[in-house]
């Protein structure tokens, strides 16, 4: 339950700014969030998510953050929600599991600017993971969900 609450903030908060405007709601499964699949909870004591400019070519680093799936009392060590993180499609990623010595490169989030109405969504995005394009489709059954990044160990 908790791995969802700040998703639903942000999404909460970013429906109440958008309706104030006149440009519909932006679809909530176009949100990008990290899913790890198939991995031990031993494999995500670390995972390291670093963030560059929007440029396909990891050359500008603005960030990395350093997340755990056990406790921390270090203030730079953000929580992992369940096997999830949620990150912007303003950027590129490299995201890195030491535990099991593998690294994903994801570059080129385009959040498909569809619109809402009542609660059906017809969002997605794509995405290229390891230079694989990948599609998350409009899709109505996945209305008001996140696009689940799937990171597959």
Same mark, same amino acid.
């Given at each position: 339950?908790?791995?969802?609450? #700040? ?33 031990? #909870? ?112």
């Amino acid at each position: 339950m908790k791995k969802y609450f #700040y998703l639903v903030l942000f999404i909460l908060t970013s429906s109440v700014i958008l309706t104030n405007c006149s440009c519909g709601h932006v679809c909530t499964n176009a949100v990008p969030v990290l899913d790890f699949v198939n991995f031990d #909870y031993t494999d995500l004591n670390i995972v390291l998510v670093s963030e560059y400019t929007k440029t396909g070519s990891f050359s500008q680093l603005m960030d990395t953050k350093v997340y755990t799936n056990g406790s921390s009392s270090n203030a730079d060590t953000l929580q992992i929600g369940s096997d999830e993180i949620l990150i912007n499609s303003t950027s590129d990623y490299i995201i890195t599991i030491p535990a099991v010595n593998m690294t994903w490169y994801l570059k080129n989030i385009n959040i498909h600017a569809d619109k809402m109405q009542a609660s059906s969504c017809t969002g997605g995005m794509d995405f290229y993971l390891n230079d694989s394009l990948h599609t998350i489709f409009s899709n109505n059954s996945a209305a008001n969900l996140p696009g689940l990044i799937k990171i597959y160990k």
